[in-house]
Every structure is written in C-alpha cells, then in structure tokens.
C-alpha cells in the first residue's frame, strides 16, 4: 500500500481538494486498494476548520463526499508513516524543512507533470477553477509516475 498526504498551509483548500482528487481518480482506475491518501497543513492556523467553501464547490461537482473532513496539523509521526508527502508550493516545502528536516518523502505536486511551479492559492487569488486545474494536473502525472516507478 502507497501512503501519500497532500499538504498546504490551512489543509482547507488546496489540499484537501488534492486528497479527495486523488481518491476519486485511483477509484476510478480500480487501484483504491493500492493506496491510503489523506491531507494536512503545515500551520495550525486553520486547525479543526471545515473544507472552504470554494474548494466544497469543486468537490460537489464531483459528488465527493468531504462532510467528515476537519483540518489537521501533520506530525513527526506522519512524515514517518506516510510514503509520500506532497506539498502545493514552495513556502509548503520550506515548512516541512523547517519543522522536520529535509527528507526525500517530501515533493511538489507540480514537480511530477515537470511544471516546476507553485499550485496557486485560491485563499489569495478567489479563483478555484484554476486551482482545480493544477491540482488535476499534477495528480494524472503523480500517478503516472507512480504506476511507472511502483509498479502498481
């Protein structure tokens, strides 16, 4: 089984939506049982919050159920348990650094699709399409880099 966490700053917008992205597409692809996939912030900030409106917009579109997903702050026992952690940009990344050390579990999601650049922020730009978007982007490649590399 992959473990991977998605992270953002809030764990309300942009990673959860990645969490509940990825769910749906590796159901879709009859691979859910590959695979343990859940989210989390690197700042307390948002902590116990609810999914953002914006991103609920997203998901319901989709008919993913989000209802039971509270934000959460990652702990040094996640970056253990977890095979993958991915993170939405480059401030995310620094974060991790700073709170548990470089390590080779951490990446950026728009690394896989070879975008190099940040997942934008629907917190500060109000524009959660093209947030869906990279998101979409960077899930289809990081699972492709998966079935390649994994083998699954």
């Avoid at 989000?66 to 959460?72: F, G, I, L, M, Q």
């Avoid at 995310?92 to 934008?120: A, H, I, Q, T, W």
Wanted: glycine share 6%; aromatic share 14%.
């Amino acid at each position: 089984m992959i473990k991977v966490l998605f992270v953002c700053h809030g764990n309300i917008c942009r990673s959860p939506m990645a969490e509940f992205l990825f769910k749906k597409l590796v159901k879709d692809k009859g691979l859910e049982d590959c695979f343990e996939i859940a989210s989390a912030a690197t700042s307390t900030e948002e902590i116990g919050n609810p999914v953002h409106y914006g991103t609920k917009r997203i998901l319901d579109k989709f008919n993913i159920d989000y209802s039971k997903k509270r934000a959460y702050q990652l702990t040094k026992s996640d970056v253990q348990y977890y095979d993958y952690i991915i993170g939405m940009d480059q401030y995310n990344l620094r974060n991790l650094e700073r709170m548990f050390g470089k390590n080779n579990k951490f990446s950026l999601l728009l690394d896989y699709p070879k975008l190099y650049r940040d997942v934008l922020d629907p917190w500060y730009t109000g524009d959660f399409n093209s947030t869906f978007n990279d998101i979409n982007i960077g899930i289809n490649a990081f699972l492709e880099y998966l079935i390649i590399n994994e083998k699954i």
